[in-house]
């Protein structure tokens, strides 16, 4: 199985526990992305979609969106891509890249410590990033960024990329790709969406 493929399986099986979890999903608010909660921890399943808005509007989506293609005849403002979590709750982000562009190298130093999954020929190779650590030339199509809290995630083609994270202020946060990755970048509903914080 080709690391691609082993990707889309990955995401399909995340897919397939999210649907699992019963049809409690289905009255979730339509602005919120999709949450599980697993012992106390809030878990963001969000896939990096290229061209999901037409030709280079690459997209964050959550997985409460998938299986409804939009294009951006159709749709030209994008996704309501925001997230809703609580503070003081441990949250746990897991960003699907299906996109295999490389548009540069990411340097620099941690400040969220993340886990990288990458599916080579000879098996999945799991690299842990702890806070502090110098990352340096790294290649990468997007980045998960939270420019408030100093988070700067790399997200490298083909991957699954985790991170945990807890909101102790509430409030709303802005994510976007700072990677230079098409029309999308900077777009609201595609490259950018909001978390808010709630009490």
Same mark, same amino acid.
């Given at each position: 199985?080709?690391g ?7 995401f399909?099986?995340a897919?397939g ?9 289905l009255?979730?608010p339509?602005n919120?992305?999709s949450?599980?909660?697993t012992?106390?921890?809030q878990v ?6 290229p061209?999901?808005g037409?030709?280079g509007w690459?997209? +964050?989506v ?5 299986g409804?293609?939009?294009t951006?005849?159709?749709n ?6 925001t ?6 709750v ?6 699907i890249?299906l996109? !295999? ?7 620099g ?7 990288l999954?990458?599916?080579t020929?000879?098996?999945q190779? !799991?690299?842990? +990033?702890?806070?502090?650590q110098?990352?340096q030339?790294l ?5 998960f960024t939270?420019?408030k809290?100093?988070i700067?995630?790399?997200?490298p083609?083909?991957t699954?990329v985790?991170?945990n994270? !807890?909101?102790t202020?509430p409030g709303t ?5 700072? !990677?230079?990755?098409g029309?999308?970048?900077?777009q609201l509903?595609?490259m ?6 709630q009490p």
């Amino acid at each position: 199985m080709s690391g691609k493929q082993l990707i889309v399986t990955l995401f399909f099986l995340a897919l397939g526990v999210v649907i699992g979890f019963g049809s409690s999903l289905l009255f979730l608010p339509r602005n919120t992305a999709s949450v599980s909660t697993t012992q106390g921890q809030q878990v963001i399943y969000i896939a990096v979609i290229p061209d999901y808005g037409g030709n280079g509007w690459d997209a +964050f989506v959550p997985l409460k969106y998938l299986g409804y293609p939009i294009t951006a005849h159709e749709n030209i403002v994008g996704i309501n891509n925001t997230i809703v979590v609580k503070a003081g709750v441990p949250v746990k982000f897991v960003i699907i890249n299906l996109d !295999t562009m490389v548009t540069m190298n990411f340097s620099g130093n941690v400040a969220v410590p993340f886990i990288l999954y990458n599916d080579t020929e000879n098996g999945q190779i !799991t690299l842990t +990033f702890n806070k502090g650590q110098y990352i340096q030339n790294l290649p990468i199509g997007h980045t998960f960024t939270i420019p408030k809290l100093d988070i700067n995630i790399p997200l490298p083609p083909d991957t699954v990329v985790s991170f945990n994270y !807890t909101f102790t202020n509430p409030g709303t946060y802005e994510y976007l790709c700072i !990677t230079p990755c098409g029309p999308g970048m900077g777009q609201l509903g595609y490259m950018v969406g909001y978390i808010i914080v709630q009490p």
